[in-house]
């Protein structure tokens, strides 16, 4: 799938929903959620309204909107991180600005919340102002990581979630993936799993999502009444950061 066609693609689904302006995404270790976050803040950029895109990850700093140095910005669309060199400190700190962003009703502000459930501390102190302008809380699901194979892992990491920042998970997002290794046959039959976890948690599921190099091959194993995003990755290994020099 052509890069332009797939972003086109993103747009569609994007524009198909009622996004509440607190878009909050979080997920297990290993889940995608940051990429995911990522795609989502450049798509809905594309429309009417600036957005910024915030840094909460309190779990993994290495994995993070931290680590994108090279990070294009599109005109409508700005990273708000840790400032100056705290961003790298061993204790967790979020940006206070975020509290300001939550009520400017100019921008859509997306948050990007670290890891599990210990993560979600980090919306815990903006529980009260996120409630009352209204948020989405985005759970990107990896059914083939450890801790998220099977409902139970997942129902009891969801109340977890709840529990500690107050507020409630609205949709799962279906991300399965091997990283490169993964096939189009695997991310289909990971999407219908995901789909069957949502269905018994009484979650709705917003869409399915697929790297875009076996975006095309995805979809054929879908129905169509399953939505599929388009992911390309933004965020590199060490590695693979020198190939791209």
Known sequence: M???????????????????????????????KTEFTISLARTLATGNRDVVLADMDI???????????????????????????TKWGDMSFINPNIRTKIYDKNSQLILDVGGDSQGALALKQ?????TSEGYDLIFVINPYRTHTRKLNELSEMR?????????EVTAVVA????????TAEESAKGIT?????????????????????????????????????????????PWEEKEHI
């Open 59 to 85: 779990i993994n700093p290495y994995f993070c909107l931290r680590t994108l140095s090279q990070f294009s910005k599109q005109e409508k669309l700005s990273l708000l991180l840790p400032p100056g060199e």
């Open 175 to 182: 991300n399965p993936h091997f990283m490169e290794k993964t």
């Open 159 to 167: 109340a977890q979630l709840e529990e500690i920042c107050g507020l």
């Open 126 to 130: 903006f529980e009260r102002e996120i």
């Open 193 to 237: 799993t995901v789909l069957s976890f949502a269905d018994e948690m009484n979650i709705p599921m917003l869409f399915g999502i697929a790297e875009n190099s076996i975006f095309s091959e995805v979809r054929k194993y879908l129905p169509k009444e399953i939505l599929l995003w388009s992911l390309e990755r933004e965020i590199l290994f």
């Open 2 to 32: 052509k890069k332009n066609e797939s972003f086109e693609n993103n747009i569609n689904i994007a524009s198909s929903i009622d996004w509440k302006h607190v878009i909050s995404v979080t997920g297990a270790l290993g889940s995608g």
